[in-house]
């Protein structure tokens, strides 16, 4: 952007955690703005890049809490990120996840939950929690879930490995709905777990990845290096892990 350009943003970095410019879009993720001077220097951001003849569409994305009131669209991302086929099943996933995302101690609480938005739509969603916590919110959705998991992935649940342990910073879930993709939304929540395990002391970050995913090429390049295998339901996935300055 420029020496000159970058000290307009001295302002705007006190609000802002990440930015960057992705296949010529600029991409900026920010937390609460509520400061209207902020949001009119954003807009004279925005402009500025525009005159510098980006013709693109400047995409500015917002990562937030998740509500209790949208446990829907939780478990609607949650159904998505397991590559679920059975649609026979849906409607009891929909269901049973609902209920386990509406509650405020379980792995998939709407608590441990980040929403995307771009332009004040959902764009996408990310479960990411200490890795200290992680057996025991899991436990808590065992009755619940253990039937269905058995049915679509063959009895794996008892025979799990732990997918995170304390010191870890462990994103389980993350979906970006359909008209999103290829937008940053899905690098945006990942920069926004290393942010939260920053602000948590915790130095390194953790995913797990279906060997074919194609995700992975994104993982590698956000600095996600291949730790070893791991077997999650009876399925074989590859761990990754990023390490972060604390």
């Known amino acids: 952007m420029g020496r000159r350009w970058e000290k307009e943003w001295e302002e705007i ?8 410019i992705c296949k010529e879009k600029v991409v900026i993720l920010c937390g609460e703005i509520k400061n209207n001077n ?19 569409l400047t995409i500015m994305i917002r990562i937030r809490k ?14 998505h990120a397991f590559l679920l086929e059975d649609e026979g099943l849906y409607n009891q996933w929909i269901r049973t996840l609902k209920d386990v995302c ?10 441990n939950t980040w929403i995307a938005e771009v332009d004040g739509e959902r764009a996408g969603m990310m479960i990411a929690v200490n890795g200290e916590h992680y057996r025991v919110q899991r436990d808590r959705m065992y ?12 009895k794996g649940w008892d025979d799990m490995e732990d997918e995170a342990k304390a010191g870890e910073f462990y994103i389980d879930s993350l ?3 359909l008209p ?7 690098t945006a929540l990942i920069e926004k777990a290393k942010a939260m395990a920053r602000e948590q ?15 992975k090429k994104l993982y590698q390049e956000l600095g996600f290096r291949y730790q070893r295998m791991i077997k999650i339901f009876n399925e074989e996935y590859e761990l990754y892990a990023a390490e972060i300055v604390v």
């Open 180 to 186: 999103y993709r290829n937008q940053g939304v899905g």
């Open 175 to 177: 979906s970006v709905s």
């Open 201 to 215: 002391g915790i130095g390194v970050v953790t995913l797990a990845v279906e060997p074919t995913n194609r995700a």
């Open 13 to 20: 970095g006190k609000k802002i955690d990440w930015i960057c």
């Open 38 to 56: 902020i949001n009119q220097q954003l807009f004279r951001a925005k402009q500025h890049i525009a005159r510098q003849g980006n013709k693109n």
């Open 143 to 154: 009755p619940q879930l253990k039937g269905l998991f058995d049915v679509a992935f063959g």
């Open 102 to 111: 509406a509650q405020e101690d379980t792995h998939y609480s709407y608590r």
């Open 66 to 79: 998740a509500t209790k009131e949208e446990v829907a669209y939780i478990a609607e991302g949650i159904y």
